[in-house]
């Protein structure tokens, strides 16, 4: 499951990666080339959330390869030809995918972890590792060939299905001859209260995260390149270093919540995140790409315990918990990337990045106070029982 979900998510890191290329080749404004974020960001951040609540009432352990071919299908079509709108829902297509994955495979990937951090770590990880892998990627094929080459991009979707595939039939094998079925909202009577406003509060701090995450994902590239005076390499270099820290800071933070509770690694993370993003701002020169590696930390550790957060809140509605903190307010930090290109357009990129620093503040405030859910337990995963969960206050 975690490598699949690297396969899978080499596609949201990719979008960003191709901003430069398009900017380059096509000549875009930092608005129109944002605007390519936000179409990769808006379906999956609408829709995900409804691939959630069907995840609820069924189990659709076939929507896993399918998914992994949608999302790599729109990426490898995208630099074909040079239509704007004809690249907008190329990326909208591989914002489907990435989104009907996402709630299916948390679901899945819980319910192999047996409620463990660190096995969520993991699975996390994974899709930490491909967000890692798409700025080389993309950088080998397109600046190499140049756009025209987008379909050598859909490769690692062809690793995703199959492994999507394998992880479906030994699922299945394990099961038995029963049909899975998902945990709906008619749970026994063991299962745990949905906590609802803390799970709104859990997902307007998860949507700040994704503001500051996917600005800094969208221009931080070009950014760097401007700041110190390098070429391609340079904005690659520090989206690689943006992404890669991920694998670091998700592993961490599991560990770290293991000692010290959720919640308060989360607060911390905020807080690093804006003495981070104060650093990308203000230093010149090569020390620019330690802050970039801080702010990744600070933006990744909290990631996956925003999941099991999210699932200890809402322990009835465990896909859709996982919808709306993997999807949802993870993906609607793309609808205000326009608006930062528009502002890059107007004064400069330096100025544009200026207003991440907000995001993180209201996060920590919107958590202080927020009390520790109770871990739900893990489903079982003999098939035909009902998931029961542990209560979450």
């Known amino acids: 499951m975690s490598l699949a979900h690297a396969c899978v998510d080499v596609y949201q890191g990719a979008v960003a990666a191709l901003v430069p290329f398009f900017v380059a080749e096509r000549a875009y404004s930092y608005a129109a080339a944002s605007g390519i974020v936000l179409a990769a960001s808006l379906l999956s951040s609408v829709t995900q959330p409804l691939f959630g609540v069907l995840t609820d009432r069924f189990a659709m352990p076939w929507l896993l390869p399918l998914a992994a071919a949608a999302s790599g299908a729109g990426i490898a079509v995208s630099g074909i030809g040079g239509s704007y709108p004809l690249t907008l829902a190329a990326v909208a297509v591989s914002g489907i995918g990435v989104a009907a994955y996402h709630p299916e495979a948390a679901r899945a990937a819980r319910a192999a972890s047996d409620g463990r951090h ?206 709306v903190t993997l999807g949802l307010a993870v993906s609607v930090g793309g609808a205000t990337a326009p608006a930062l290109g528009a502002l890059a357009d107007a004064t400069s990129l330096r100025t544009a990045l200026l207003p991440l620093l907000i995001p993180p503040v209201v996060a920590w405030f919107l958590l202080r106070g927020l009390r520790e859910p109770v871990p739900a337990t893990a489903p079982s995963p003999v098939a035909g029982s009902r998931a029961r969960w542990s209560g979450a206050s």
């Open 118 to 323: 660190t096995a969520m770590g993991w699975f996390v990880l994974g899709g930490n590792v491909g967000f890692a892998l798409a700025p080389p990627l993309v950088a080998a094929v397109v600046a190499t060939w140049g756009l025209r080459a987008s379909p050598l991009l859909g490769l690692p979707a062809l690793a995703g299905v199959a492994l999507c595939a394998a992880a479906v039939r030994s699922a299945a094998g394990r099961a038995g001859s029963a049909p899975v079925t998902a945990d709906g909202p008619e749970e026994a009577e063991g299962a745990g209260r949905d906590d609802w406003p803390a799970f709104l509060r859990l997902s307007c701090a998860v949507v700040c995260r994704s503001v500051v995450f996917v600005g800094l994902s969208t221009f931080v590239s070009l950014y760097v390149r401007a700041r110190t005076g390098g070429g391609a390499a340079a904005g690659t270099a520090a989206l690689c270093v943006l992404y890669a820290g991920g694998a670091v800071g998700t592993l961490a933070g599991s560990r770290l919540a293991g000692r010290w509770g959720r919640l308060r690694v989360v607060r911390h993370s905020y807080a690093v995140t804006v003495l981070a993003v104060t650093g990308v701002v203000l230093v010149p020169g090569p020390p620019l790409y330690l802050f970039v590696a801080l702010a990744s930390a600070g933006l990744y550790v909290p990631f996956s315990l925003h999941v099991t957060l999210g699932q200890d809140c809402l322990p009835r509605r465990m896909g859709t918990a996982s919808g």
